[in-house]
């Protein structure tokens, strides 16, 4: 699925390929809530990282978190001039990317479940909105955001 993007000021704009579009998995994590903000969760959508296109990109900053003393290779790509998330690029797959479902402008399809994954590391505020048939997690779940969208059926080309 051909997925389009921006920042909040429009200084940047994206294109990609995702195969994994479905905005199902909310991180709860320190890092997720402090960068991305909203509901005290994340969404990252799987793309080809090879697809990405990017106008404005001298108007991008990056930040790699440090995650138990050590700075994580993963770079956390955000407009320098509104601070929205964009997408997160960890060079240990270079093959893929993964946007922010908040940053995508395409209309993107519902989840027929979420999965709720770092609870642990979630902030006392934010109340999980769990239904039935979602997953829960204190860590991260075995199941990988590819495997999610195969088992559903719900990979596109």
């Not at 991180?27 to 090879?50: D, E, F, P, V, W």
Request: with cysteine; charged share 25%; net charge negative.
């Amino acid at each position: 699925m051909r997925l389009e993007g921006s920042c909040h000021c429009g200084a940047v704009r994206f294109t990609l390929e995702a195969p994994h579009p479905y905005p199902y998995q909310r991180c709860y994590c320190s890092i997720c809530r402090k960068t991305a903000g909203g509901g005290g969760y994340a969404i990252n959508l799987g793309g080809r990282a090879a697809t990405l296109e990017v106008q404005g990109k001298e108007n991008t900053g990056v930040y790699r978190a440090v995650i138990d003393g050590e700075q994580s290779p993963g770079e956390r790509h955000f407009c320098r001039h509104c601070a929205s998330a964009l997408w997160v690029y960890d060079p240990r797959w270079p093959e893929l990317v993964h946007p922010f479902a908040s940053a995508i402008d395409s209309e993107l399809p519902i989840p027929p479940e979420r999965v709720h994954l770092l609870l642990g590391s979630k902030a006392g505020w934010v109340e999980v909105e769990a239904r039935e048939n979602d997953r829960c997690f204190d860590e991260y779940p075995e199941e990988s955001l590819a495997e999610w969208h195969r088992r559903l059926g719900l990979e596109t080309p």
